[in-house]
């Protein structure tokens, strides 16, 4: 049996600040601020269970916390959940490495987008998107060395002039 796997001690716990037997589970509304692409954010997580201490205030964030603010976060800026990432390279029928090769970035980043432990950046997200979205793009970035895409840009009709 794995740590993960045990079943916590009964309750109270004993508080890491104070040292009391008083740490309970207890739900909250959480008002979180995290730090990302170079700006700060705020934003409210309702209903989220963390166990706190009765005599000194202190509160304790389990695994299961930590993932429902990341969720809470990147639901705040829009971005794809892991879920959303894992279920649409599985539906491509591709693993994490061929995806990470398609995409241009490490197989532990689409572990990590997968598992909620890394938040991608927006640039990512949306080409995450267009990937799963759209055939063409998947057929550009699964094709392998591409030396010359992106070097030029290609205007068709109806595309806004560069000086617009």
């Not at 509304?29 to 934003?43: D, H, L, P, V």
């Not at 969720?71 to 649409?88: D, I, K, N, T």
């Not at 599985?90 to 490490?106: F, I, M, P, R, Y």
């Not at 290609?154 to 560069?162: H, N």
Request: charged share 25%; aromatic share 10%; net charge negative.
């Amino acid at each position: 049996m794995t740590k993960s796997e045990r079943t916590p001690e009964p309750f109270p716990w004993l508080c890491p600040n104070c040292g009391q037997a008083e740490v309970w589970p207890t739900i909250i509304t959480y008002q979180a601020k995290m730090n990302y692409e170079g700006r700060s954010y705020e934003f409210e997580v309702p209903d989220l269970e963390v166990f706190e201490c009765r005599k000194c205030g202190e509160q304790l964030f389990n695994i299961e916390a930590d993932h429902k603010i990341s969720g809470a976060f990147r639901g705040e800026l829009g971005l794809l959940q892991p879920e959303q990432v894992r279920a649409g390279r599985k539906a491509l029928g591709l693993s994490q490495k061929e995806l990470a090769a398609h995409l241009g970035v490490a197989e532990e980043s689409i572990s990590r987008w997968e598992t909620g432990a890394l938040i991608q950046s927006r640039v990512v997200d949306r080409q995450i998107r267009l990937y799963f979205q759209l055939p063409a793009v998947r057929t550009l970035l699964g094709a392998g060395d591409m030396p010359n895409f992106g070097t030029a840009v290609q205007f068709s009709a109806g595309d806004p002039s560069p000086t617009s």
